[in-house]
């Protein structure tokens, strides 16, 4: 085996900024060397709430007075409120707690092959994504994805998977109702460049599920918790998935991801079905409850919207105006900005102290804090702008 000389103890997985955090707060990063960064990541759409916000670390230092962990064999009434304050307001009726997004699509999967075991239509076990979609990177998941970039080196994957085109009306003809045990979709692809679905085409493609008894998926792990303007992003899509999961934003940077469900679906995961040690961990339940409080506040997400609405005509105005935009494109605190080349962009908003981040290589992503205020969006637009002229001057 080669000797290779490690810089770090830690693997080589991650290409990281060059930069080492010393602390952060609210919208707001600061290095070691004391530089602040308007950070617009939002540790990739975690952070809804700004970093370390006070009520969100409150609740966990009151769960943390209590106890930390006992185990999913016991009752926690912790669970038991984070889970409520998930599935508040919408269709769902039972949650499953995991720590990760990867791991909530895990649940997911196996819940749905799990209601047709218990159906008896063993041969419903297919699982339907779409090309350019990430759903995460464990055995499962990776194989869910629909991008061959992540599956590079790990053959054989996990069969049971199809991909089709995303927001092609043709395709969905091609599911095979006699093996597809669910669909399972981002209604908008965040890795796979902040790509909203096409309102007709999500519902040929609900009514083509309902049709012919397909569960529907909605992986909200990056839209979800406020993210695009409401609670999920389904809600703006006129669907009602069976299940649906959620992580990322739910915790305020605590580890926590969910599988929501409706009570006949989630009935099939009867105990000794699926399992973890570490879902649903106390402290990240208080997490998500304080998390989920906020978000659900009366007015806070009315609020969202008007104030990223400004911030979206402000990057479309742009685009209007500078041939190096082709497209802004999203949903709420979600936005992709189109351009030739995103790194060289991401490199100079860097070098003025603002973080953003790319979603392929042709789309820089915006994911600011909910709570950013209309200042800091401010700030974004008017750096972008003096990157913009440096490169072309402005044309009618």
């Not at 009570?263 to 339940?285: L, Q």
Request: negative net charge; aromatic residues 8%; hydrophobic residues 40%.
């Amino acid at each position: 085996m080669q000797n290779i000389k490690q810089k770090s103890p830690l693997m080589n997985t991650y290409a990281r900024f060059p930069i080492s955090v010393a602390k952060a707060d609210g919208s707001y990063l600061t290095a070691d060397d004391g530089t602040d960064y308007l950070d617009f990541t939002s540790g990739i759409a975690v952070c809804n709430l700004g970093h370390r916000p006070k009520l969100v670390q409150r609740a966990v230092e009151i769960q943390l007075q209590e106890y930390w962990h006992v185990s999913n064999l016991f009752q926690q009434d912790i669970q038991e409120r984070a889970a409520t304050s998930l599935i508040t307001g919408t269709h769902l009726d039972q949650v499953f707690f995991c720590g990760s997004g990867a791991e909530a699509n895990e649940a997911a999967i196996k819940l749905a092959r799990k209601y047709w075991f218990d159906k008896g239509t063993l041969q419903k076990s297919e699982i339907v994504t779409f090309e350019q979609s990430f759903h995460g990177r464990t055995g499962g998941a990776m194989a869910a994805t629909g991008q061959n970039k992540i599956k590079h080196g790990f053959a054989p994957l996990m069969p049971g998977f199809t991909h089709l085109p995303f927001n092609d009306k043709q395709a969905i003809t091609n599911i095979n109702p006699q093996v597809t045990a669910a669909v399972m979709l981002e209604l908008i692809q965040g890795e796979g460049g902040v790509v909203p679905a096409d309102q007709d085409w999500v519902n040929e493609l609900v009514h083509y599920c309902r049709t012919h008894g397909i569960l529907i998926i909605a992986d909200e792990i990056q839209t979800g918790a406020g993210r695009t303007g409401s609670l999920y992003a389904f809600e703006q899509f006129n669907v009602k998935p069976e299940i649906v999961t959620a992580a990322k934003g739910i915790g305020s940077g605590f580890p926590a991801g969910a599988c929501l469900a409706s009570a006949e679906v989630a009935a099939s995961f009867s105990p000794g079905t699926h399992g973890t040690t570490f879902g649903g961990h106390p402290a990240a339940c208080a997490a998500v409850e304080a998390t989920m409080g906020v978000i659900q506040e009366e007015g806070f997400l009315r609020e969202v919207q008007d104030r990223f609405a400004i911030f979206r005509k402000q990057l479309e105005q742009l685009a209007s105006s500078y041939r190096q935009v082709k497209q802004v494109r999203g949903s709420g605190a979600m936005i992709g900005i189109v351009v030739e080349e995103a790194a060289p962009y991401l490199q100079k908003l860097r070098n003025r102290q603002i973080l953003a981040l790319p979603a392929g290589p042709q789309v820089i992503r915006v994911l600011p804090p909910l709570t950013a205020s209309a200042e800091e969006l401010s700030t974004f637009v008017q750096v972008f702008e003096e990157i913009l002229q440096e490169g072309e001057i402005s044309h009618d």
